[in-house]
């Protein structure tokens, strides 16, 4: 039994930045996801590091203002250099990201190393995995009752104060300009000529990217960052097909890895005995799971729903490829197929007549076997057990065989007459679409091998 | 960029319209307009005046340049010297007149928007900054989708719909915006014959109502039957005017066959040459 330890003092706050960190990147990560921007969200919440240390260095003060106009800055300055470095060096993007990212990081890690402001803990170790811990609440209330004051208020760190503005803002700018973004993602040319620049909703977008980024960071760091940047949005793609209801599932998704990741890193390691693990660390995880069950079980794009889809699809081709077999076998044993008698000897499986050549059981893949087949098409009363051990169709059996048959020599005759293909050439062919739903409903009488069209 | 653009094209109101041989009612004027890509010129020098209300092919060999005019007039790719006015005016100035529907290549179709919300960003210049998309202009982008045959594939995922239909998409989308003047690049590109019928009447219903509509074109066979007007292209304009003065053998040769007359040319008097020595 895995207990869940929640202390007040020490998780409130951390799980509160951790949650409103990954709500804020999950939303605006829908935008990157779908513009093939996903390593932007990377290269940014790398490069923000030297525009907060020269921030710093430049004005000698922490206070959130000057660092967010750093971070904004250094945003905008990755996206104007990664647009540089493609345009110049004729780079692809990826390419173009990468190397704008790790030489801003590399400058930032620098800047911190020379200029000595270690003490104001920005160092690299924290920009990874943030500190969490620091944001823990001493002075906490024991019950929840109390939390409820005024006081309450007083004690809100000052980074979650400022996830919570940044949280409220990336929801209220994608909400405001939903339409804006949706139609810069989709058609960026269309969307200039209709009056709404492209690059200015790109560098709008990169600037709340690295806003949410520089806020995320000091408490959860940038591993949370890129992987909420990207994981949430991804997971919601392949859940939906309206661009509206990613976004909401972004969101739920990225809340749901927070309160989880946090949870799970104090509450799985207890239950085997081990000290608690990073917390960003287990949240981005969480999240990388989600998507992982989404890539296997989502209900539309998942790789179970293919499966089935295809399981279903062989076993019906399967079993038309049976009927269609004892509908051609009764038709050469007589020519009168209503008045079709078992076979004297016993035959355990209906073997195709030699007159359609090429007419076998292919073993399709996904279990559409001959032999369940034959036990589906029993099922379902299409067929029963003849005397003799062999299979014969049932009235509604071969009503469906002869709409089948229909349809394969209505096809051949087609291939031959209108596609002019040679009649030894179209069985193959004919194969494949007589499993297609509709056919005419008059037409010509006999197959191109002169067998009569049912 | 915009600064300069902006001064570029209050520039050439000026210079334009005193220029005798462009006149302010054509919906399009190009004057010496060349495109270069990486420095290698991929039009040269085209001046042209389209007529008003006709539907306009632009026809010529691939790499012949013709979705770079297209595209250059509309400024989505920078041109290298030139002029380009739509009534008379700059693209900026008119640009709630001029409709453009790209080939379909030109985006990702597996974005998760349906049918109907790709028409309706035909209409977001009508709607404004911030505002949701309202019941009158969705119902306006039905009516489109109904002008094409694919009113019954609304809300479908634009992934789920065949090439044609996906071509047909865009022409609502164009149809939506409810321009003057259309530019067109490729809509007839590998479409199923139902496809081709309905871009065919909808050109033709354009037409009726006003309409401009330029079109780059592919298929020399129905040049003649879907078009009054045509500009043969060649990295140059060959020939330009009405399909039936226009779209002659001898033009078409000169636009398509070029290089081939020089090297039959060139065989012919070898084989002269051998036959002078034999």
Same mark, same amino acid.
């Given at each position: 039994m895995i207990s869940i330890p929640f202390n007040i003092g020490l998780d409130l706050f951390p799980m509160l930045a951790a949650v409103l960190a990954a709500a804020s990147c999950g939303v605006l990560g829908n935008f990157l996801v779908l513009r093939r921007l996903s390593l932007m969200g990377d290269a940014i919440s790398h490069s923000v590091l030297p525009g907060l240390v020269i921030a710093f260095l430049l004005t000698q003060a922490r206070s959130p203002v000057v660092m967010f106009g750093g971070a904004a800055l250094a945003g905008v300055a990755t996206v104007v250099l990664v647009e540089l470095v493609k345009k110049l060096?004729?780079?692809?993007p990826g390419a173009a990201m990468g190397v704008v990212f790790s030489l801003l990081f590399a400058l930032g890690v620098l800047l911190i190393e020379q200029a000595a402001v270690r003490h104001v803990d920005l160092d690299a170790d924290c920009v990874l995995h943030?500190?969490?811990?620091?944001?823990?609440?001493?002075?906490?209330?024991?019950?929840?009752?109390?939390?409820?004051?005024w006081q309450t208020l007083d004690a809100v760190p000052r980074q979650v104060v400022v996830l919570a503005v940044t949280c409220a803002l990336a929801i209220a700018f994608v909400v405001v300009l939903f339409k804006e973004l949706r139609i810069a993602a989709f058609d960026p040319g269309l969307a200039t000529a209709q009056g709404y620049s492209a690059t200015l909703l790109h560098y709008l977008l990169m600037v709340f990217v690295a806003a949410a980024t520089v806020a995320a960071f000091e408490a959860v760091g940038s591993i949370l960052v890129i992987a909420m940047l990207i994981c949430p949005a991804a997971t919601a793609r392949l859940l939906t097909d309206r661009l509206r209801t990613q976004v909401v599932l972004s969101v739920v998704l990225a809340v749901m890895s927070g309160v989880g990741g946090y949870i799970a890193a104090s509450a799985v390691p207890a239950a085997l005995g081990k000290d608690s693990v990073n917390a960003a660390g287990s949240i981005a995880l969480v999240a990388g799971l989600l998507l992982v069950v989404a890539i296997v079980a989502?209900?539309?794009?998942?790789l179970v729903t293919k499966m089935l889809r295809q399981r279903a699809l062989s076993r019906r081709v399967a079993l038309d490829d049976l009927i269609a077999a004892l509908y051609r076998a009764a038709e050469v044993g007589t020519s009168?197929?209503?008045?079709q008698q078992p076979q004297p000897q016993p035959r355990p499986q209906p073997r195709p007549q030699?007159?359609?050549?090429?007419?076998t059981f292919r073993t399709p893949r996904g279990g559409g076997t001959p032999r369940r087949a034959a036990r589906l098409a029993v099922r379902r009363g299409l067929v029963r057990q003849g005397d003799g051990g062999g299979l014969i169709l049932t009235e509604s059996g071969r009503e469906l065989a002869a709409a089948l048959v229909r349809r394969h020599r209505l096809w051949e005759r087609y291939l031959v007459?209108?596609?002019?293909?040679?009649?030894?050439?179209?069985h193959e062919t004919a194969e494949l679409l007589e499993h297609l739903k509709p056919s005419p409903?008059?037409?010509?009488?006999?197959?191109p091998h002169g067998r009569p069209i049912p | 960029m915009t600064a300069a653009t902006r001064q570029a094209s209050t520039t050439t109101a000026a210079t334009l319209a005193a220029r005798?041989?462009? /006149?302010?009612? +054509?919906?399009l004027s190009i004057h010496a307009m060349t495109v270069a890509y990486h420095r290698k010129p991929?039009?040269?020098d085209v001046d042209y005046d389209a007529p008003s209300n006709q539907l306009i092919a632009i026809v010529g060999p691939n790499g012949a340049g013709k979705s770079t005019l297209i595209k250059a007039c509309l400024g989505l790719v920078p041109r290298a010297s030139g002029q380009v006015e739509f009534w008379g005016l700059s693209y900026r100035q008119a640009r709630s007149r001029i409709g453009y529907v790209p080939q379909?290549?030109?985006?990702?179709?597996?974005?998760?928007?349906s049918a109907l919300d790709v028409v309706c960003m035909g209409r977001y210049r009508m709607i404004g900054w911030c505002r949701p998309v309202s019941r009158r202009h969705r119902q306006a982008a039905l009516a489109c989708l109904d002008r094409v045959g694919m009113r019954d594939y609304?809300?479908?995922?634009? /992934?789920?719909? +065949?090439g044609g239909q996906q071509q047909r998409v865009f022409l609502a989308r164009a149809l939506a915006q409810e321009a003057d003047l259309y530019f067109m690049d490729e809509?007839?590109?590998?479409?199923d014959a139902a496809t081709e019928r309905a871009i065919v009447d909808v050109l033709r219903d354009l037409r009726e109502t006003g309409k401009t509509v330029v079109v780059v074109h592919?298929?020399?066979?129905t040049v003649p039957e879907y078009f009054d007007h045509v500009i043969l292209l060649?990295?140059?304009?060959?020939a330009a005017g009405p399909v039936e003065a226009v779209f002659t053998n001898d033009n078409l040769h000169k636009t398509y066959g070029g290089r081939l007359t020089l090297l039959s040319e060139a065989a012919e008097a070898i084989a002269r040459a051998a036959k002078g020595e034999g």
């Open positions: 060096g004729r780079v692809e943030g500190q969490l811990e620091t944001l823990a609440w001493y002075s906490a209330p024991a019950t929840w009752g109390e939390l409820v004051s989502s209900p539309s794009h998942g009168d197929p209503t008045r030699p007159r359609p050549p090429t007419q007459d209108r596609a002019g293909l040679p009649p030894d050439h179209v409903a008059d037409g010509p009488t006999t197959d | 005798p041989e462009h /006149s302010p009612e +054509s919906p991929v039009l040269w379909r290549e030109s985006v990702d179709w597996d974005f998760p928007v609304a809300h479908r995922q634009i /992934s789920q719909l +065949s809509p007839f590109a590998g479409v592919h298929d020399l066979q060649n990295m140059r304009v060959v």
